[in-house]
């Protein structure tokens, strides 16, 4: 799979096994599926004519064509928010899915989820009220803190007042002074320019909101590979001394090169991309948590024994989390211990 993924991420001349054994075949479409890479794996099967068994084949097709016409729905999605937000005067930037998924070599076959936006204290109350007056929708606030979300003609949207929470007054500080004077950039999305976050600010997002869904339940590869994606095809963008210095003021060095060696030793990211040398620690520290990764699944949906609602639910994802603290604290450990102190706290109430 990193194989095929590696030839589909960076369209270079790789070793792929030209015949697939029927169990080979049944457990790479099922690992592809839990790490929410299935069309980068297929696209890479199909133009390479990997030969699976006839009933995969089939199987193939449906699979790229749904995770196509799936981005094409999002992309629609995408410019009809940009357009109620430019007509209303909000400015507004969308963050992570589709805005990353511009800068793969085939933005399609990226695996498509919701739709993330982001405005300041000012803005998103504004924003609020136009959903409210041209689409007719309310949007909803439960679980987080940080954001609501709501659903339009088929497509879900969340509207964040807040990013991110790096658990510390000083290092939230931080947070939202470099958000305050980020200048913004656009990506091109069938056509239309989108505003987004900067490609530095936008790339250090892109991981923390990995990082953080790794210590929670768990993260899939799709994550992985959008924060691959951007340190290689926006290095001409991002500004590497500030990333560094990013990651040092909020002490996230060693979180950031573990997850780092997962990217240059798995998907094939050049290591110059990356902006840190890896050293044996942090191979194994990138280890660790891709067992994580891999068993866990996209946004740690599998390997669990309780379902996701109700009280044994509960505490299984506790003890998940605690576990999940124990192992990679040292990588982060104020940033750890914030962490699971509001998870802690949420988790009670």
Same mark, same amino acid.
């Given at each position: 799979?990193?194989?095929?993924?590696? *030839?589909?991420?960076?369209?270079?001349?790789?070793?792929?096994?030209?015949?697939?054994?029927?169990?080979?075949?049944?457990?790479?479409?099922?690992?592809?599926? /839990? /790490?929410?890479?299935?069309?980068?794996?297929?696209?890479? +099967?199909?133009?390479?004519?990997?030969?699976?068994?006839?009933?995969?084949?089939?199987?193939?097709?449906?699979?790229?064509?749904?995770?196509?016409?799936?981005?094409? $729905?999002?992309?629609?999605?995408?410019?009809?928010?940009?357009?109620?937000?430019?007509?209303? %005067?909000?400015?507004?930037? #969308?963050?992570?899915?589709?805005? $990353?998924?511009?800068?793969?070599?085939?933005?399609?076959?990226?695996?498509?989820?919701? +739709?993330?936006?982001?405005?300041?204290? +000012?803005?998103?109350?504004?924003?609020?009220?136009?959903?409210?007056?041209?689409?007719?929708?309310?949007? *909803?606030?439960?679980?987080?803190?940080?954001?609501?979300?709501?659903?339009?003609?088929?497509?879900?949207? *969340?509207?964040?007042?807040?990013?991110?929470?790096?658990? %510390?007054?000083?290092?939230?500080?931080?947070?939202?002074?470099?958000?305050?004077?980020?200048?913004?950039?656009?990506?091109?999305?069938?056509?239309?320019?989108?505003?987004?976050?900067?490609?530095?600010?936008?790339?250090?997002?892109?991981?923390?909101?990995?990082?953080?869904?790794?210590?929670?339940?768990?993260?899939?590869?799709?994550?992985?590979?959008?924060?691959?994606?951007?340190?290689? !095809?926006?290095?001409?963008?991002?500004?590497?001394?500030?990333?560094?210095?990013?990651?040092?003021?909020?002490?996230?060095?060693?979180?950031?090169?573990?997850?780092?060696?997962?990217?240059?030793? /798995?998907?094939?990211?050049?290591?110059?991309?990356?902006?840190?040398?890896?050293?044996?620690?942090?191979?194994?520290?990138?280890?660790?948590?891709? *067992?994580?990764? +891999? !068993?866990? %699944?996209?946004?740690?949906? !599998?390997?669990?024994?309780?379902?996701?609602?109700?009280?044994?639910?509960?505490?299984?994802?506790?003890? #998940?989390?605690?576990?999940?603290?124990?192992?990679?604290?040292?990588?982060?450990?104020?940033?750890?211990?914030?962490?699971?102190?509001?998870?802690?706290?949420?988790?009670?109430?």
């Amino acid at each position: 799979m990193f194989t095929l993924l590696q *030839e589909a991420l960076w369209k270079k001349d790789v070793t792929i096994p030209l015949k697939l054994s029927p169990q080979n075949t049944e457990e790479l479409f099922l690992l592809a599926e /839990q /790490q929410a890479v299935s069309g980068l794996m297929v696209d890479a +099967i199909i133009r390479h004519d990997v030969k699976i068994p006839q009933q995969w084949v089939f199987e193939a097709v449906g699979i790229i064509e749904q995770i196509k016409q799936q981005s094409k $729905v999002i992309n629609e999605g995408v410019i009809k928010l940009n357009n109620l937000m430019l007509d209303d %005067g909000i400015s507004y930037v #969308i963050v992570k899915g589709q805005t $990353v998924a511009s800068k793969y070599p085939d933005p399609l076959i990226r695996q498509s989820g919701d +739709i993330d936006y982001y405005c300041d204290s +000012i803005n998103f109350p504004l924003s609020l009220e136009a959903i409210k007056k041209h689409w007719g929708v309310e949007p *909803e606030r439960e679980e987080s803190v940080l954001h609501v979300h709501f659903d339009y003609q088929d497509v879900t949207y *969340e509207g964040h007042f807040s990013l991110t929470s790096l658990y %510390g007054k000083k290092r939230n500080l931080y947070w939202q002074q470099l958000l305050d004077n980020d200048k913004g950039d656009t990506v091109s999305i069938d056509g239309h320019d989108i505003k987004t976050l900067s490609a530095t600010t936008h790339t250090f997002y892109v991981f923390i909101h990995l990082y953080s869904h790794l210590l929670a339940l768990g993260v899939g590869l799709r994550q992985f590979c959008d924060l691959a994606v951007m340190l290689h !095809y926006c290095k001409e963008q991002i500004d590497m001394d500030a990333l560094r210095r990013h990651m040092y003021k909020l002490g996230l060095e060693r979180a950031y090169k573990a997850c780092g060696s997962i990217l240059v030793n /798995q998907l094939g990211l050049p290591q110059d991309d990356l902006g840190y040398h890896l050293s044996d620690s942090d191979r194994k520290n990138g280890e660790k948590i891709l *067992e994580v990764v +891999i !068993y866990r %699944g996209n946004m740690g949906h !599998y390997n669990k024994r309780s379902g996701f609602s109700g009280w044994k639910h509960k505490v299984e994802a506790l003890c #998940i989390k605690v576990s999940h603290f124990l192992k990679f604290m040292p990588l982060a450990p104020e940033y750890s211990r914030g962490w699971l102190w509001h998870e802690l706290i949420r988790q009670a109430k």
